[in-house]
C-alpha cells in the first residue's frame, strides 16, 4: 500500500467538500497530534532520574527521534511503551473518526462510503 | 463584437463544515499537550512555572508549530534554547519540544522502532470510517421508519375521524356532560 495517511484524509476531506486550505490544517494538525501523543508516551516512559543524562545525550545529537526512541526502550519496558503508544494513538485516531463522521454532510454520506470501502478492500 | 467568454470569478464559499473540523482539532492538539507536557512547565533559564508550553514558546512559535507541522522554526529556537541551562533545569519539556520538532510528522523513526504498524494504520481508520458511516446511515432509516410509523398512526387517527364524524362528535359532548355530571 503506497498511499499515505494524509492522502487518504485529503481525499476524504476533499470528497467531505472541505477547502483545500482548511484540509491543510486539518491535517497538520492531526499529524502533530499523533506526534505529541508519541511524545508524551515515551518521554513518560523514561524514568525521571535518568531524564537529565538523556537531555545530554539529545545536546551533542542530531538525530533526536532516534535518540528519545532507543533509550526509552532500553530505560523503559519496551513491550509497555508499544502497549501504551498503540492505546493512546488509538484514542486519538477514534476521537478524531467520530468527529469527521459527525460531521460529515448527508449528502455526501453515499460518495464517501464507496470511497472508503474500496480504500478498506484494498490489499 | 464577440461576448467575452471569460467566466467571473468564484468567490469562496463558507466552509462550515472544515472549520468545524479544524476547530475540533485544534481542541484535540491542545488537549494532548496538556497529557504529553503536563499542566505546568518551566519557563527556561528561570524557576517560573506557566500553565501552558504555548505560553513557554510564546504564541508565534506555538501557531508555526500547528501551522507548520514541526518545520525549521522550532528547531532553530531550539538550538538556542539547547545551549543554555534548558536541559538540566525541565529535560523531559526540552526532550519534548525537540523530538517534536525533529520528527517533522508522524514518527515514522519511532513507529519502526517500537512496532507500531503506521500503514496498516490507515487501512484500519477506513475501516472504521466505512462502518461508523454504516452505523450513521442505520440510524437514519431507522429515524425515517419510526416517523412514518407515527405519520400512519396520526393518519389512522384521522381517518377514523372522517369515516364517522357524527359518532366521534357525539362521543366527546358525551365525555364532556359527564365531567359537568361530576363536578355537580
Not at chain 1, 508516551?41 to 527521534?65: A, D, I, R
Not at chain 2, 518551566?42 to 505560553?55: A, G, H, M, N
Not at chain 2, 538550538?79 to 533545569?89: C, D, E, M, R, T
Not at chain 2, 440510524?139 to 416517523?147: L, P, S, T, W
Request: glycine share 8%.
Amino acid at each position: 500500500m503506497t498511499q499515505s495517511i494524509k492522502d487518504f484524509l485529503k481525499t476524504l476531506l476533499d470528497k467531505m467538500g472541505v477547502n483545500p486550505q482548511n484540509q491543510e490544517e486539518i491535517i497538520k494538525t492531526f499529524t502533530a497530534t499523533l506526534t505529541v501523543t508519541m511524545l508524551g508516551v515515551l518521554t513518560k516512559s523514561v524514568p525521571v532520574e535518568k531524564q537529565k543524562e538523556l537531555g545530554e545525550k539529545l545536546v551533542n545529537s542530531e538525530n533526536w527521534t532516534e535518540v528519545l526512541t532507543k533509550e526509552a526502550l532500553q530505560l523503559g519496558e519496551a513491550k509497555e511503551i508499544v502497549k501504551k503508544l498503540n492505546e493512546q494513538l488509538k484514542i486519538k485516531i477514534d476521537e478524531f473518526l467520530d468527529n469527521l463522521v459527525s460531521e460529515c454532510p448527508e449528502e455526501k454520506k453515499t460518495e464517501i462510503l464507496a470511497f472508503v470501502e474500496s480504500f478498506s478492500k484494498q490489499s | 463584437m464577440p461576448e467575452s467568454t471569460a467566466k467571473p470569478e468564484a468567490t469562496p464559499q463558507k466552509d462550515s463544515v472544515g472549520e468545524r473540523v479544524l476547530n475540533f482539532c485544534h481542541n484535540q492538539y491542545n488537549r494532548t499537550v496538556d497529557f504529553a507536557f503536563g499542566k505546568q512547565v518551566y519557563v527556561p533559564f528561570t524557576d517560573r512555572k506557566v500553565s501552558r508550553p504555548e505560553l513557554w514558546l510564546g504564541l508565534p512559535v506555538a501557531s508555526a508549530f500547528i501551522t507548520s507541522a514541526i518545520t525549521e522554526i522550532p528547531i532553530v529556537m531550539l538550538g538556542v534554547a539547547s545551549k543554555g541551562q534548558l536541559f538540566s533545569q525541565n529535560p523531559e519539556v526540552a526532550i519534548g519540544l525537540g523530538l517534536l520538532a525533529a520528527a517533522g510528522g508522524a514518527g515514522v523513526g519511532v513507529a519502526t522502532a517500537t512496532g507500531i504498524e503506521v500503514l496498516s494504520g490507515i487501512r484500519t481508520m477506513s475501516e472504521k470510517v466505512t462502518a461508523k458511516l454504516h452505523q450513521t446511515g442505520e440510524k437514519g432509516i431507522e429515524n425515517v421508519r419510526a416517523g412514518a410509523k407515527s405519520i400512519s398512526r396520526g393518519a389512522k387517527i384521522v381517518g377514523e375521524f372522517l369515516a364517522n364524524p357524527a359518532a366521534k362528535i357525539n362521543e366527546a359532548i358525551k365525555r364532556h356532560n359527564n365531567r359537568i355530571d361530576q363536578n355537580k
